[in-house]
T-cell receptor, first 116, second 116 residues
């Protein structure tokens, strides 16, 4: 079974608008971490934002925020005021203690294209 | 501060040849991960070291792949013999702690391997 599901293979947004990238996860553990990474066309994986399962506040980092809905097991990334440089692949990831080692699991990614 | 360093950045080789990919994690990080990324399979975890000890190598495709971490500042991923289906981008990542849910991975720039 997929532990991380990103249902949107591709998203388009107008420059300066906000966009939400969906991520749902599957774990039976109480302690876990959720991460978002950006992969531009140049190929590197850039860490964006982290949310812990016990964090009561949604994480924010500049224009990025994580809409964490624990009961629904969703961890959507919200990018406000999109910029052309936000065009990239975005990956949602989770670390949970399945197997005892907090092995990271990544989703298949969402391609975001920002139009001028 | 230097990030994760990988070499080479690009490697083109012929089927049957030995390939060695190298990684220097961020200084002070105790965990190191090797990933493979392809269009078909997405981002796959190959092996995970903690304090230089392999913790999980269940993602290593087959005996042709081997990974070592002789010290805290260096790791290698070796493919012998290489095959065209090994063509992919190989990422190394490191993280600070012992691998709990809050442990953020930081990725290197990747090595793009092409096996002809």
């Amino acid at each position: 079974a997929q532990k991380i599901t990103q249902t949107q293979p591709g998203m388009f947004v107008q420059e300066k608008e906000a966009v939400t990238l969906d991520c749902t996860y599957d774990t039976s553990d109480q302690s876990y971490g959720l991460f978002w990474y950006k992969q531009p066309s140049s190929g590197e994986m850039i860490f964006l934002i982290y949310q812990g399962s016990y964090d009561e506040q949604n994480a924010t980092e500049g224009r990025y925020s994580l809409n964490f809905q624990k009961a629904r097991k969703s961890a959507n990334l919200v990018i406000s005021a999109s910029q052309l440089g936000d065009s990239a692949m975005y990956f949602c990831a989770m670390r949970d203690p399945s197997g005892g080692s907090y092995i990271p699991t990544f989703g298949r990614g969402t391609s975001l294209i920002v139009h001028p | 501060d230097a990030g994760v360093i990988q070499s080479p950045r690009h490697e083109v080789t012929e089927m049957g040849q030995e390939v060695t990919l190298r990684c220097k994690p961020i200084s002070g990080h105790n965990s190191l991960f090797w990933y493979r990324q392809t269009m078909m399979r997405g981002l796959e975890l190959l092996i995970y070291f903690n304090n230089n000890v392999p913790i999980d190598d269940s993602g290593m495709p087959e005996d042709r792949f081997s990974a070592k971490m002789p010290n805290a500042s260096f790791s290698t991923l070796k493919i012998q013999p290489s095959e065209p289906r090994d063509s992919a981008v190989y990422f190394c990542a490191s993280s600070l702690g012992a691998g709990g849910p809050v442990d953020t991975q930081y990725f290197g720039p990747g090595t793009r391997l092409t096996v002809l």
